[in-house]
Structure formats: C-alpha cells, structure tokens
C-alpha cells in the first residue's frame, strides 16, 4: 500500500513507521531523515541545517526533489514529514496517489514531552524516549550497540518553533485531507502499542 502518515513533530509518525514497515514490507519514506543525512548539503537555498535547526521548514523545491525520487523509486511505502504545507500538498497530488491518509492527533504538551525526551541511535535511527520506551541498557541502542544522542532540535526552544511552524503551515494540510474525505484520524495519546493496534486495524480495512 501507498500510505501517508501525517501528524505534528512527536506525534510518533516515525515509531509507527517502523511498524507499517514490518506489516506490510514496504519502504519508509521520510524528509527528516533524508535531510538529516544530507543536512550540510549545499542548494541554491542554503544548507538544510540553517533551517533546520531553527525549526524553520527547508525549501519547497529542495523537499519536492527528494519525494519524487523516492516515490518514483518504490511500489509500496508510507510517507512520514511530508506534506508540510499546501504547495508540497499539491505537489504530491501531481506525483502519486495514496491508497490512505493516516493522523495522528496528539496535544502540544504531550508533544514537548516526547520530543525533549527523545533520544535517537545515530547508526541505525532508531528511537528511543527516556521514561516512555527506554532502551534496555541506559543510553545504549538496543538494535545495535551505538550511544544514544539528542538530535539538535529537540530542545525545547526549537520544538516550540516547529509546534508553531505546525500550526501555521502543516494543519492546512490536514484540513485538505479532510475537506476530500480522505483523513483518517487516529488518537495518539495511547501506548506505542495502542496506537498501531488502532493504525493497523485503519490501514486492514481499505488494503
Ligand atoms: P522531521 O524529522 O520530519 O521531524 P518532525 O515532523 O518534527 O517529526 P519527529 O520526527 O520529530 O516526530 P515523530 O512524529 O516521528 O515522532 P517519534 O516517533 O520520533 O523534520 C525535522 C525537520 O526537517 C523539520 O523541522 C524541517 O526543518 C525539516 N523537514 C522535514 N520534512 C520537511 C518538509 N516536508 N518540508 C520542509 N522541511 C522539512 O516520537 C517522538 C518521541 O515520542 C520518541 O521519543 C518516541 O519514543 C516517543 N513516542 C512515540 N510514540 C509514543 C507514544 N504512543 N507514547 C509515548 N511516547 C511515544
Ligand atoms: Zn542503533
């Protein structure tokens, strides 16, 4: 299936992945990630991390490139950062089509709690949340070994400002999902577990 997987930063957009990965066998496709592996790439614009680590979204044309290259490449995969705004929205409209539209609502101060406390694996980025899914052994990676560290926009200053830059930019986004009658809105507050039992009961009933 061709899943997009919307929701503000924390909602846990990636942890779900992880498990729409292992269900259905299809690709991850996430701008944070990508941007994050090429953050000190040079563009017309800049570098990605002079927006980034401001909380700030990197440039339409730099983001759109990277989706549809990855889209183009694969059958099956869920979308994870992207469509942050309307023109990405529209863009996405162009390139492909969606078999679901998945959100994750959770509230902002849940969200500050989970970003703040999020660590991250910087070998295999998995991630991990210091009171809520701690790894087994303290800032080790269970997966594989590797120290723990705090990716750069996780402090609360910065995830203040790409709360706001939600706000601002994203939920319009989730408004046109809505208005077509494609939004399937999921409660995030639960578990981990509880939410991909209500995720992946969603996503059984239109693949
Ligand atoms: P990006 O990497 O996409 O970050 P984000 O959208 O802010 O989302 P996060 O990765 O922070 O959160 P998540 O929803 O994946 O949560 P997670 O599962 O980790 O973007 C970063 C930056 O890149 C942007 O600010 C921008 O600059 C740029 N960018 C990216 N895409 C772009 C685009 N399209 N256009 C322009 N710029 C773009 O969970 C969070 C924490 O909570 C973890 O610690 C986790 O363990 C924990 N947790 C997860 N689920 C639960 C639960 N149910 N209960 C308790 N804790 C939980
Ligand atoms: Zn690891």
């Avoid at 044309?61 to 705004?85: H, K, M, W």
């Avoid at 101060?109 to 910087?122: A, D, H, I, K, Q």
């Avoid at 989730?174 to 209500?198: K, M, N, T």
Wanted: hydrophobic share 30%; charged share 30%; aromatic share 6%.
């Amino acid at each position: 299936p061709r899943i997009l997987l919307l929701g503000p930063p924390g909602a846990g957009k990636g942890t779900q992945s992880e498990n729409l990965v292992d269900a259905y066998d299809i690709e991850h496709i996430t701008t944070g990630d990508a941007l994050r592996a090429n953050k000190d790439m040079e563009t017309e614009y800049g570098t990605p991390r002079e927006f980034m680590d401001a909380g700030e979204l990197v440039p339409d044309p730099v983001v759109n490139e990277i989706v549809a290259e990855a889209v183009s490449n694969t059958e099956g995969f869920v979308l994870d950062g992207y469509p942050r705004n309307l023109s990405q929205a529209e863009y996405l409209d162009d390139i492909t089509d969606l078999d679901c539209v998945l959100f994750l609502a959770v509230d902002r101060e849940e969200l500050l709690r989970r970003l703040t406390g999020r660590r991250v694996c910087p070998e295999c980025n998995k991630t991990y949340h210091v009171e809520f899914n701690p790894p087994e052994t303290e800032g080790v990676c269970d997966a594989c070994g590797t120290e723990l560290t705090q990716r750069d926009d996780d402090t609360e200053a910065v995830v203040n400002e790409r709360l706001d830059v939600y706000e601002e930019n994203t939920k319009p986004v989730v408004e046109f999902y809505r208005d077509r009658g494609d939004l399937i809105e999921i409660d995030g507050e639960g578990s981990p577990e509880d939410v991909w039992e209500s995720l992946h009961r969603q996503v059984e009933t239109v693949t």
